[in-house]
């Protein structure tokens, strides 16, 4: 089981950590005033003024000696037509066949330079597991982190940025 010695509380933790955005940045953009009447957030999907479409998905980076990746769960804006077929497949057992679809990052992952707006391609799975989110192939820290895995050292930098903000 993976686990590290915290560098800025020193606490020991245990466990493959994960990070998600509960809603995509674009609808953390629109006033909370607004919301309701602009914009429909389920769990799995957005659908803002009716022109905007996004789904959730997971970014996973594999970790060096580790069975299990890390994860980010994060959410893609899709065209009407992908996201139209994600939505007639979304109930479906046997799905992975549909897609791939081309997306764009709409999540700000804070340890990385802008992450907004990075090309993917989102590939749906079989289950109830989210789509698996594909980043194109740049030299984007997060693309190059997703291609050659991180270390256990770097995931423990992730980490006690995420939770201390250092």
């Known amino acids: 089981m993976f686990s590290f010695t915290c560098s800025s509380c020193n606490e020991i933790h245990e466990g493959m950590p994960s990070y998600a955005a509960n809603a ?15 914009c ?26 580790e069975a299990e990746p890390f994860v980010w769960g994060v959410w893609v804006s899709l065209s009407e037509a992908s996201y139209r077929e994600w939505v007639n ?23 990385y330079p802008a992450t907004p707006s990075l090309k993917t391609m989102v590939h749906i799975r ?6 698996y989110i594909e980043l194109e192939q740049t030299d984007h820290p997060l693309a190059v982190e997703q291609r050659e895995g991180i270390t256990r050292e770097r995931l423990a930098q992730i980490y006690t940025f995420m939770m201390h903000g250092q």
Do not use: K
């Open 24 to 38: 995509p940045l674009s609808y953390d953009r629109i006033p909370e005033a607004e919301r309701d009447a602009r």
């Open 40 to 65: 429909e957030l389920g769990s799995d999907d957005c659908v803002i003024d009716a022109s905007m479409f996004l789904v959730r998905g997971c970014i996973e980076i594999p970790v060096v000696g």
């Open 89 to 111: 497949c979304f109930d479906l057992d046997q799905r992975s066949h549909i897609g791939p679809f081309f997306g764009w990052l709409n999540t700000s992952l804070s340890p």
């Open 126 to 131: 079989d289950g109830n597991l989210r789509p």
